[in-house]
């Protein structure tokens, strides 16, 4: 089972390569804000849900798909860990 860390740097990767690519990886942290930040919309938000749902194995919920659990890498690496337990 992948580790905070690792679902951390898998998300990161994630994020740069489909939602922001020629940014500079280093200004995306764990607790970048993505959904008030701007950089997850709707659409994007989808992508970012049925990347985690077939990338883990797991079924995220829509009542979890918000902003609390979305805005921050660290917030959906929680989200995830919490899934594969």
Same mark, same amino acid.
């Given at each position: 089972?992948e580790?905070?860390?690792?679902?951390?740097?898998t $998300?990161? *990767?994630? =994020?740069i390569? *489909? $939602?922001l690519?020629?940014?500079?990886p %280093?200004?995306? *942290?764990?607790?970048?804000? &993505?959904?008030?930040g701007?950089? &997850? %919309?709707? $659409?994007? *938000?989808?992508? $970012?849900?049925?990347? &985690?749902?077939?990338?883990?194995?797991?079924?995220?919920?829509?009542?979890?798909? %918000?902003? %609390?659990?979305?805005n921050? =890498?660290?917030?959906?690496?929680?989200?995830?860990?919490?899934k &594969?337990?």
């Amino acid at each position: 089972m992948e580790t905070v860390d690792q679902i951390t740097q898998t $998300l990161k *990767t994630y =994020i740069i390569e *489909t $939602l922001l690519p020629g940014e500079n990886p %280093d200004a995306l *942290t764990e607790a970048t804000p &993505l959904v008030t930040g701007g950089i &997850l %919309d709707s $659409l994007a *938000t989808l992508k $970012l849900v049925s990347f &985690l749902e077939q990338r883990y194995k797991i079924e995220l919920q829509a009542h979890e798909v %918000d902003v %609390d659990n979305l805005n921050t =890498i660290a917030r959906i690496a929680s989200l995830v860990r919490s899934k &594969l337990a």
